[in-house]
């Protein structure tokens, strides 16, 4: 366990004191809900493009990407490869919907078209799979701390939670956008630091690290092999459109931000911007990873044995480092995953007002009870989110864990919404059915390698899909169950 100098301890300190400060600033001004979840509309685009760059990143990926690197190799990359084709169907498609229909709900939609029971659904799929992220995040951001401190993971998660609510509760999205806008900043320059910090301590340099990279197919993107039931570049990438499509297409994350621009071009801006800064930044995370990989394979003796892949990356940030270094990098982990949660917990905020407590308990609230409500939803959301990350503590790689539940947690609600918009005469009954249909192939998908080892198999015929597939699949058998009905029944009754 390393001990913290005392100019890195201040550095990272004067970091949370700054961008606490920073968002609760914000809080000052004469607001309504209106300010808190779209900005009044006064966010620049560039902002607002750092803000969807930073959803995107977060501890998730500044300990999660590199581990996943370390441990095998840049498979996990080809998620980032289908971001392109997700953002050219979200600027072309997604963004112009939202900014025409007049509410602050990515779901307000799906009750136009399919009833209450739609928005219902997808607004609470939403809540579980945000619940899930911050988890991972608490607890990926818990780990370089408990190597720097000695500090219990459990004791960090439920601190980091805290700071965050404060800033996200009080703050509202203005705070969120313009602290998204400058720990992203922080993040790229901080990463990109460290990078040169591992090619100028390796033994041999640039040479001897690509020489144990390639030896070893450390940059290998994984089999390309029609396999879906095993990480192949093609079940990586089927999977990451998928998940993409869904957070352009249906998640409040998202969404919140293309209302809060200052007009459509804006907000199509701020999407490619967000969507295709990642890519490099992704890679630059996944080079780190193997760079860690080859520079403890030259020198195995800095690395004690037994040490989890998502821990060595902030050991090499404790032990390696000069002194102000590590401080810098700590504060550039925080960027990331602050941005993330409290992206996640005032767009979730904005979900239970406007999908649960306005619509169907106190539809009559005054500007000033949503703004009460608003920021209880957030203090709410966020002491959950401390709850989770504690659950995430010990398993194997927070990414892999991660990728799995939000899977499970997407319910396939982007097939709902393709049905809707794509399916013009798809009835409420039909797309309800098959909402139905695709809940039972995420559950087949999911459960089946847990089933498989209790014997379950003799007696049910269970899936050979890898259980990331379960997105893809809930979301294609919604669509195709609601179309093939709609066809079939509603063509017979014109008939």
Not at 128 to 141: F, K, S, W
């Amino acid at each position: 366990m390393a001990e913290l100098p005392i100019w890195d301890t201040l550095v990272f300190i004067l970091y949370l004191l700054l961008i606490l400060g920073f968002g609760v600033s914000f809080s000052f001004r004469k607001r309504t809900a209106k300010d808190f979840t779209t900005g009044g509309g006064r966010l620049p685009a560039w902002a607002i493009g750092m803000s969807i760059f930073a959803t995107f990143v977060s501890s998730i990926s500044f300990l999660a990407l590199p581990g996943n690197a370390y441990l095998s190799n840049w498979n996990g990359f080809v998620f980032s490869l289908s971001i392109p084709i997700a953002a050219w169907i979200a600027v072309r498609y997604f963004v112009p919907h939202y900014r025409s229909i007049s509410s602050d709900s990515a779901y307000f939609y799906l009750e136009e078209r399919f009833g209450p029971w739609a928005r219902i659904y997808a607004s609470t799929c939403y809540l579980l799979t945000q619940l899930a992220r911050m988890g991972a995040i608490l607890y990926l951001l818990a780990l370089p701390m408990h190597f720097l401190f000695g500090w219990s993971i459990a004791w960090v998660i439920a601190m980091t939670g805290l700071i965050v609510v404060i800033y996200a509760m009080l703050g509202g999205i203005e705070a969120v956008v313009w602290t998204d806008a400058i720990q992203g900043l922080i993040l790229i320059g901080g990463a990109i630091i460290c990078l040169g910090m591992i090619f100028w301590k390796i033994p041999g340099g640039t040479t001897e690290l690509m020489e144990v990279a390639i030896a070893d197919q450390k940059f290998s993107l994984g089999s390309f092999d029609w396999d879906f039931g095993n990480s192949t570049f093609w079940m990586i990438l089927v999977y990451g459109l998928f998940i993409n499509l869904q957070n352009f297409g249906i998640d409040q994350s998202y969404v919140q931000r293309y209302i809060t621009a200052k007009s459509d071009q804006d907000a199509r801006r701020s999407t490619w911007l967000g969507s295709l800064l990642y890519i490099p930044v992704s890679a630059l995370f996944f080079f780190i990873g193997t760079a860690l990989y080859a520079y403890y394979q030259t020198l195995p003796q800095n690395l004690p044995e037994g040490m989890q892949a998502d821990s060595v990356f902030p050991h090499f940030i404790v032990t390696e480092l000069p002194i102000g270094l590590t401080g810098l990098l700590i504060a550039s982990l925080f960027a990331a995953g602050m941005s993330t949660l409290s992206t996640s917990i005032n767009s979730s905020a904005t979900v239970i007002l406007s999908d649960h407590i306005k619509k169907y308990l106190q539809p009559n609230l005054s500007s000033r009870k949503d703004l009460k409500v608003l920021r209880l939803s957030s203090l709410a959301m966020g002491l959950l989110a401390i709850l989770v990350g504690l659950a995430f503590n010990g398993v194997s790689s927070a990414l892999d864990a991660w990728w799995a539940l939000a899977s499970i947690f997407s319910g396939g609600i982007l097939g709902l919404f393709l049905l809707g918009i794509v399916v013009k005469t798809c009835p409420s009954r039909y797309a309800a059915f098959a909402t139905f249909i695709g809940v039972l192939l995420i559950a087949w998908v999911s459960l089946s390698p847990s089933l498989s080892q209790g014997g379950v198999s003799k007696l049910v015929w269970l899936s050979s899909f890898h259980p990331n597939m379960s997105i893809a699949l809930g979301t294609t058998g919604i669509f195709l169950v609601g179309f093939l009905l709609t066809l079939v029944f509603e063509k017979k009754n014109k008939a």
